[in-house]
């Protein structure tokens, strides 16, 4: 019943997107998405079993900012899968702009880092445009409720991009915290910071 209603509310939302939808905020209800992933097989949301629901990380192979991320976003994966909020990494970027973030690139990050979660590649950046994202890293958390995936919290994972020991406001973490204690999201958005997003040109 979920996923039915969730293939119901995804039309209705790329009606929106295609009438000029902005960025995904706390509170939006988000549209499902089929992506390759780095084995070659097409994944959705609603593909993914027993997740209650995702940490979305906008992602590359290339940004500097994104490598500081790296860790700690495979962290994120090891610490709240088993809670039901897997992360799901998706690679917007235009390998004619940036060529070291082609999916064969994808394919060769994800078995050096040797990452446990979804890496899916954005090749249209469809998918991209329609959450608003704009950074490599950009996060979005989302939680099903009644049977609908709505957004929880959009931003950064923490405040100190160079030093994860070094940050005192961890806000992809305190925000899963308060989902999983039902309680509401303390900080639900903060700027994203790290490499823009690279554009098809023309």
Same mark, same amino acid.
């Given at each position: 019943?979920?996923?039915?209603?969730?293939?119901?509310?995804?039309?209705?939302?790329?009606?929106?997107?295609?009438?000029?939808?902005?960025?995904?905020?706390?509170?939006?209800?988000?549209?499902?998405?089929?992506?390759?992933?780095?084995?070659?097989?097409?994944?959705?949301?609603?593909?993914?079993?027993?997740?209650?629901?995702?940490?979305?990380?906008?992602?590359?192979?290339?940004?500097?900012?994104?490598?500081?991320?790296?860790?700690?976003?495979?962290?994120?994966?090891?610490?709240?899968?088993?809670?039901?909020?897997?992360?799901?990494?998706?690679?917007?970027?235009?390998?004619?702009?940036?060529?070291?973030?082609?999916?064969?690139?994808?394919?060769?990050?994800?078995?050096?880092?040797?990452?446990?979660?979804?890496?899916?590649?954005?090749?249209?950046?469809?998918?991209?445009?329609?959450?608003?994202?704009?950074?490599?890293?950009?996060?979005?958390?989302? =939680?099903?409720? +009644?049977? /609908?995936? &709505?957004? !929880?919290?959009?931003?950064? @994972?923490?405040?100190?991009?160079?030093? $994860? =020991?070094?940050? +005192?406001? /961890?806000? &992809?973490? !305190?925000?899963?915290?308060? @989902?999983?204690?039902?309680?509401?999201? $303390?900080?639900?958005?903060?700027?994203?910071?790290?490499?823009?997003?690279?554009?098809?040109?023309?």
């Amino acid at each position: 019943m979920k996923k039915h209603l969730f293939i119901f509310l995804a039309a209705l939302m790329m009606t929106g997107f295609l009438n000029g939808q902005s960025q995904y905020k706390a509170g939006d209800i988000v549209s499902d998405f089929k992506l390759k992933n780095v084995k070659g097989e097409m994944i959705s949301l609603a593909d993914i079993d027993d997740a209650d629901g995702f940490i979305v990380a906008f992602w590359c192979n290339t940004c500097p900012v994104v490598k500081k991320y790296d860790q700690r976003l495979q962290d994120l994966h090891a610490k709240y899968s088993p809670k039901g909020y897997p992360v799901v990494a998706i690679n917007p970027n235009d390998p004619a702009v940036s060529p070291g973030d082609s999916y064969d690139k994808m394919k060769e990050t994800a078995e050096r880092l040797n990452y446990k979660f979804e890496y899916l590649y954005d090749e249209t950046q469809e998918v991209a445009r329609r959450f608003g994202a704009t950074n490599t890293p950009h996060i979005y958390i989302m =939680s099903w409720k +009644d049977g /609908k995936l &709505a957004v !929880d919290y959009v931003g950064a @994972i923490d405040n100190n991009a160079d030093d $994860a =020991s070094a940050a +005192d406001k /961890k806000y &992809a973490e !305190d925000a899963l915290d308060s @989902i999983l204690k039902g309680q509401a999201v $303390a900080v639900a958005g903060t700027k994203a910071v790290g490499c823009s997003i690279k554009w098809k040109k023309g």
